[in-house]
């Protein structure tokens, strides 16, 4: 492992007890409960701030909007909630990292030089999408990655999911409790998808199967009307009248920047002690998406953000009661 910190030491670097990289619900949340632990959190911001509910319309399954909230301004809540405690929120996106030696040392927009005596993550995971600009112009109107998020906004709807896993399956059965029908459009002539998961799609009276097919364009315009497909077989397109498209190829969490010093899974995910958000670098904590392969919901997201805040908060507290003992 390379040391950014040889490169040019520590001078000059800013100094703060904690850092926390991302400021999505999770990193928001960390800094709320880091603020208020007097502990003075900085969140660099990252690229998208506010993370993925920055572009989502409705939110009504998060407690306390007895109403529903725009996902912008619930994340400008949040955001404003942790600043009036003290959080010190940047724009800005850490390029390169040292967790070699405590304090870990930052670079920010390959700059500027932050040393942190803990470090909380809170990257998130990026849905992937098919990567066509009617699906981007349409994202939040119909187009979503979580049904669970956006389904309940179709009741009677006819919907259409593309994927072939596990993802998709879930998607599709969770989608039958306000559609009237779901398509679910996929590629190959078979799901790669647990046998049990298929079985319960196939089973559904209301889960219809194209198979190799292709999405070439989401229809509307100012929300999803359907969407045109193409065969893999023959080229032969054809038209799908949906209210809604719900994409479930996967996400790929944010965690490129931390390969080289901490453990993930298969998938890329951090992987931390259960019932902990400690990763295996003493200090260095992950909350969120970035470590949630499984809810990838903002309540849940918000609540390991919390999490991260104390386990940090009792580590520096430990830390600190270490330098000060007899003979340190």
Known sequence: MGSLQ????SAGAEERRIVIIGSGPAGYTAALYAARASLQPLVIAGLEPGGQLTTTTDVENYPGYTDGVMGPEMMEDFRRQAVRFGADIRPGVVTRVDLSLRPFRLVVDDEAAVMAEALIIATGASARYLGLDNERRLLGRGVSACATCDGAFFWGEELAVVGGGDSAMEESLFLTRFASK???IHRRDAFRASKIMQERVFAHRKIHVLW?????????????????????????????????LFVAIGHTPNTQLFKQWLTMDEQGYLVTEPRSTLTDIPGVFACGDVQDRKYRQAVTAAGTGC?????????????????????A
Request: glycine share 10%; net charge negative.
């Open 6 to 9: 040889s490169e040019a030491g």
């Open 307 to 327: 999490m991260a805040a104390i386990d940090a908060e009792h580590f520096l507290a430990q830390a600190d009661a270490a330098k000060s003992a007899p003979g």
């Open 212 to 244: 190799d097919a292709v999405v070439i364009d989401v229809l509307g315009e100012d929300s999803v009307t359907g969407v045109r497909v193409r065969s893999t077989r023959n080229g032969t397109v054809r038209d799908l009248s949906v209210g809604a």
């Open 182 to 184: 779901v398509t679910v």
